[in-house]
């Protein structure tokens, strides 16, 4: 492929989930995904020089490392972040994740432990993770390849990641640190920045239309009048996805072309 | 001089029904497999099993000796859900205790440092407190902050695998992460530790820095030489998962026939016959 062609649906959600860290300055970037995972490598090399993030493994990078690079390559690593330091890190705020989710409600609770009843689930996932610790302590975002109305649910079958209301019902040592900051996907991007933190339409990907959204959506969505598109692209962004960062196109395994 | 060599076996031997274990490594990452199999092809039963969890925790369920499972997570890494675990919720045939995969070490700190808990703001909000009915909070006397009271998780044993130990039960891991498995070790009344290789105390230092060394005997009462122990997850820098392997394991979970066939290639043998048939394949 090359930098002359325009942006695929898939680097399009690269950049939109590049965004989620413009910002957050010298923290722990921490995608789960390949996509996010090239998106904190993007942000890096572009508006978030300062952002800390590993190779996947125990090892914080000081440049980043192609997606799907053979365990061989060499690789500038300037930290190390055994599970051991991980918990305090994580705990401690200096941290910004985006997570999958199996299910998110209008709230931003996010399940990714079970579908049906937890104590004897239809369909048993990941369990917890780290999920809820995650979501009271530094702020958390979402990463969803596919937008459907089976992902956004009005309620979510079981609380993993706190969503804004259940966060205000637990108190305030709860809200103290906690943040949603957008929900990405492959359609749109989502967030919380409405008076009572109800899930809103930030921003459709080119060629997706606000109806589109709403209709693979399972509550009621706020949206502005005039919803925005997504940024693009830049051709320098375009040139480090496709050349440096995802020469592989791993990225069109999560978001079809 | 303490000398702890003895085997899987050995280890067996010093179990028993309705005891809780703790298994080291993270997911398919550096299990005590090979004890693992000891314990399948024994007649233990009721067992709980605290685990950062991957295989270790699938047989223990295909082979109906975990009666219940504390964990966050369980998973295969590679193959994000573990299909045995999979099958015993979704049948109801373990009980399941699931925190926060940070509560979970926090809990085994508290079991090392003999406190009864430890504070932390991870739980709360989320399905943890719910599911978890004996989970309190408690105030702190400082700042009037609501916290969760992460309750110590007591081990009865601890079984972990390192890359290299020396007889007296000192362990060495020359990977990027030795996980929780200081930890688990601490926070029980007994430890086996299995390893790749048995060396010399002399020898610790040409492997690896003093940095290396994450488990002291004090913690260690038993430690077993079990090259390739934790085939199929991976060993680094020993050895990386065995993926083709995992598939077959995981491909084993189909029905009772699958889980049949493979338990008697691959578990009810010896383990020389398990590194003929499994590893050197």
């Given at each position: 492929?090359?930098?002359?062609?325009?942006?695929?649906?898939?680097?399009?959600?690269?950049?939109?989930?590049?965004?989620a860290?413009?910002?957050?300055?010298?923290?722990?970037?921490?995608?789960?995904?390949?996509i996010?995972?090239i998106?904190?490598?993007?942000?890096?090399?572009?508006?978030?020089?300062?952002?800390?993030y590993?190779?996947?493994?125990?090892?914080?990078?000081?440049?980043?490392?192609?997606?799907?690079?053979?365990?061989?390559?060499?690789?500038?690593?300037?930290g190390?972040l055994?599970?051991?330091?991980?918990?305090?890190?994580?705990?401690?705020?200096?941290?910004?994740?985006?997570?999958?989710?199996?299910?998110?409600?209008?709230?931003?609770?996010?399940?990714?432990?079970?579908?049906g009843?937890?104590?004897?689930?239809?369909?048993?996932?990941?369990?917890?993770?780290?999920?809820?610790?995650?979501?009271?302590?530094?702020?958390?975002?979402?990463?969803?390849?596919?937008?459907?109305?089976?992902?956004?649910?009005?309620?979510?079958?079981?609380?993993?990641?706190?969503?804004y209301?259940?966060?205000?019902?637990?108190?305030?040592?709860?809200?103290?640190?906690?943040?949603?900051?957008?929900?990405?996907?492959?359609?749109?991007?989502?967030?919380f920045?409405?008076?009572?933190?109800?899930?809103?339409?930030?921003?459709?990907?080119?060629?997706?239309?606000?109806?589109?959204?709403?209709?693979?959506?399972?509550?009621?969505?706020?949206?502005?009048?005039?919803?925005?598109?997504?940024?693009?692209?830049?051709?320098?962004?375009?040139?480090?996805?496709?050349?440096?960062?995802?020469?592989?196109?791993?990225?069109?395994?999560?978001?079809?072309? | 001089?303490?000398?702890?060599?003895?085997?899987?076996?050995?280890?067996?031997?010093?179990?028993?029904?309705?005891?809780?274990?703790?298994?080291?490594?993270?997911?398919?990452?550096?299990?005590?497999?090979?004890?693992?199999?000891?314990?399948?092809?024994?007649?233990?039963?009721?067992?709980?099993?605290?685990?950062?969890?991957?295989?270790?925790?699938?047989?223990?369920?295909?082979?109906?000796?975990?009666?219940?499972?504390?964990?966050?997570?369980?998973?295969?890494?590679?193959?994000?859900?573990?299909?045995?675990?999979?099958?015993?919720?979704?049948?109801?045939?373990?009980?399941?205790?699931?925190?926060?995969?940070?509560?979970?070490?926090?809990?085994?700190h508290?079991?090392a440092?003999?406190v009864?808990?430890?504070?932390?703001?991870?739980?709360?909000g989320?399905?943890?407190?719910?599911?978890?009915?004996?989970?309190?909070?408690?105030?702190?006397?400082?700042?009037?902050?609501?916290?969760?009271?992460?309750?110590?998780?007591?081990?009865?044993?601890?079984?972990?695998?390192?890359?290299?130990?020396?007889?007296?039960?000192?362990?060495?891991?020359?990977?990027?992460?030795?996980?929780?498995?200081?930890?688990?070790?601490?926070?029980?009344?007994?430890?086996?530790?299995?390893?790749?290789?048995?060396?010399d105390?002399?020898?610790?230092?040409?492997?690896?820095?003093?940095?290396?060394?994450?488990?002291?005997?004090?913690?260690?009462?038993?430690?077993?030489?079990?090259?390739?122990?934790?085939?199929?997850?991976?060993?680094?820098?020993?050895y990386d998962?065995?993926?083709?392997?995992?598939?077959?394991?995981?491909?084993?979970?189909?029905?009772?026939?699958?889980?049949?066939?493979?338990?008697?290639?691959y578990?009810?043998?010896?383990?020389?016959?398990?590194?003929?048939?499994?590893v050197?394949?």
């Amino acid at each position: 492929m090359s930098a002359g062609e325009g942006p695929s649906r898939a680097e399009v959600c690269v950049v939109a989930c590049a965004e989620a860290w413009r910002g957050d300055g010298e923290l722990l970037a921490s995608p789960i995904g390949t996509i996010p995972t090239i998106a904190v490598r993007l942000a890096a090399m572009t508006f978030e020089p300062d952002l800390l993030y590993t190779d996947g493994d125990a090892q914080l990078l000081g440049a980043p490392l192609p997606v799907g690079a053979p365990p061989d390559t060499p690789k500038l690593v300037e930290g190390w972040l055994p599970f051991g330091h991980f918990f305090p890190i994580a705990w401690s705020g200096k941290r910004h994740v985006m997570m999958g989710a199996s299910q998110v409600d209008r709230f931003g609770n996010q399940n990714i432990a079970c579908i049906g009843p937890w104590e004897r689930p239809k369909a048993q996932l990941l369990g917890m993770r780290g999920a809820p610790g995650n979501t009271v302590n530094h702020p958390t975002s979402y990463w969803v390849p596919q937008h459907t109305t089976r992902v956004f649910v009005e309620r979510v079958d079981c609380v993993s990641g706190v969503g804004y209301d259940r966060a205000a019902a637990a108190g305030p040592s709860a809200t103290r640190f906690h943040e949603i900051r957008v929900v990405v996907t492959n359609l749109a991007v989502l967030d919380f920045q409405t008076p009572d933190h109800a899930m809103r339409l930030r921003s459709v990907h080119p060629d997706v239309t606000v109806n589109d959204v709403v209709a693979k959506t399972g509550f009621p969505l706020a949206s502005p009048d005039d919803v925005p598109t997504t940024r693009a692209p830049t051709v320098e962004d375009l040139r480090l996805i496709r050349d440096v960062i995802d020469p592989q196109q791993l990225r069109d395994t999560e978001v079809p072309p | 001089m303490a000398d702890k060599r003895m085997t899987e076996a050995d280890v067996v031997a010093e179990l028993s029904d309705g005891l809780t274990i703790g298994i080291g490594g993270w997911g398919s990452r550096r299990k005590p497999m090979s004890i693992v199999r000891a314990i399948v092809r024994s007649d233990l039963e009721d067992l709980t099993i605290v685990s950062y969890g991957g295989p270790d925790v699938g047989m223990l369920c295909a082979s109906k000796q975990a009666r219940k499972v504390v964990y966050g997570f369980v998973s295969l890494d590679s193959i994000a859900l573990e299909p045995h675990f999979r099958a015993a919720r979704q049948r109801g045939t373990i009980e399941a205790m699931e925190f926060d995969e940070g509560m979970l070490q926090w809990g085994l700190h508290a079991a090392a440092m003999r406190v009864s808990f430890l504070p932390c703001r991870a739980g709360l909000g989320s399905a943890v407190m719910e599911i978890n009915p004996q989970l309190r909070t408690v105030t702190s006397p400082y700042d009037g902050e609501e916290l969760v009271a992460m309750p110590a998780l007591p081990l009865d044993v601890a079984i972990v695998h390192a890359n290299r130990a020396d007889a007296r039960g000192n362990a060495q891991y020359l990977g990027p992460d030795w996980y929780y498995d200081n930890v688990f070790c601490m926070a029980a009344k007994k430890a086996f530790v299995s390893c790749e290789r048995i060396v010399d105390t002399d020898d610790f230092r040409r492997e690896g820095s003093e940095q290396t060394l994450k488990i002291s005997r004090m913690y260690v009462d038993g430690v077993i030489e079990a090259p390739f122990g934790a085939h199929f997850t991976h060993c680094i820098p020993d050895y990386d998962r065995d993926e083709a392997f995992q598939r077959e394991y995981a491909a084993s979970a189909a029905d009772d026939d699958a889980w049949a066939a493979f338990r008697s290639k691959y578990i009810d043998v010896s383990e020389e016959d398990y590194r003929r048939v499994a590893v050197g394949r």
